[in-house]
């Protein structure tokens, strides 16, 4: 079992361009979280999504940000028009289910990192 | 919402030392509280939690222990080690749960020296 696979690990972009971010749950794994850090900070949640639908989205910025989680295929984070703001790591997490934390089963990726120039 | 505050942001023992890390949450509510470790450049992992219907929690060098009253819990590791060196987060997790509940505190990077 592989884990939670992110890609790219390192992503550089100019301000104005488009990012994605790519996560691949680990198997047998069809719920995919996805969260922001920001230097010094900790892990914020952005967004919730099974397979085909976002479950909750609460945590994502209401403009130029976007998720998915196909039928096949990785999730995929958008982020539109990125600044510099933008610049953080991006991790996704997996679980099995719909997510009791007091089990104990969200595996993290090793994350995204970000920049803007 | 949840805050979950974290102190201290900082922290250098000399090996074989205790390390105590504290968080405290503001939702009454909240009923689970993870610890994760990061090391440099890698991913979050579990390693320790404890729920509100217990006051402590050990596990070999690492323990939590929780005041629901004062509405704060505690990571405590002993006998520190220089591998013990990353991030430590605490978080909450409030019912009906799921993960997109958990908040976490800003982190504290423990330096452990030889």
């Known amino acids: 079992n592989a884990g939670v696979m992110q890609n790219p690990r390192h992503l550089v972009r100019r301000r104005g361009q488009e990012a994605r971010l790519r996560c691949s749950p680990m198997?047998?794994?069809?719920?995919v979280y996805w969260y922001r850090q920001l230097p010094e900070e900790g892990l914020k949640f952005m967004v919730y999504l099974q397979k085909e639908n976002i479950i909750d989205e609460s945590g994502m910025p209401k403009e130029r940000f976007s998720a998915e989680f196909p039928k096949e295929g990785p999730s995929i984070l958008r982020i539109q028009q990125v600044v510099r703001g933008d610049s953080a790591a991006y991790f996704c997490?997996?679980?099995?289910?719909?997510?009791?934390?007091?089990?104990?089963?969200?595996?993290f990726g090793e994350g995204s990192r970000l920049t803007v120039l | 919402g949840e805050n979950v505050e974290q102190h201290p942001s900082t922290l250098s023992v000399q090996e074989g030392d205790s390390a105590v890390i504290k968080c405290t949450y503001s939702d009454s509510a909240s009923n689970y509280f993870p610890w994760y470790k990061q090391e440099l450049g890698k991913r979050p992992q579990l390693i320790i939690d404890i729920r509100s219907n217990v006051g402590e929690k050990k596990d070999q060098r690492i323990a939590v222990t929780l005041n629901k009253t004062a509405k704060h819990f505690s990571l405590h590791i002993t006998e520190t080690q220089p591998e013990d060196s990353a991030v430590y987060f605490c978080a909450a997790s409030k019912p009906p749960g799921g993960y997109s509940t958990l908040t976490f505190g800003k982190g504290t990077m423990l330096l452990v020296s030889p």
């Open positions: 997490a997996s679980s099995p289910r719909s997510g009791n934390p007091s089990t104990g089963e969200l595996f």
């Open positions: 198997k047998g794994h069809s719920h």
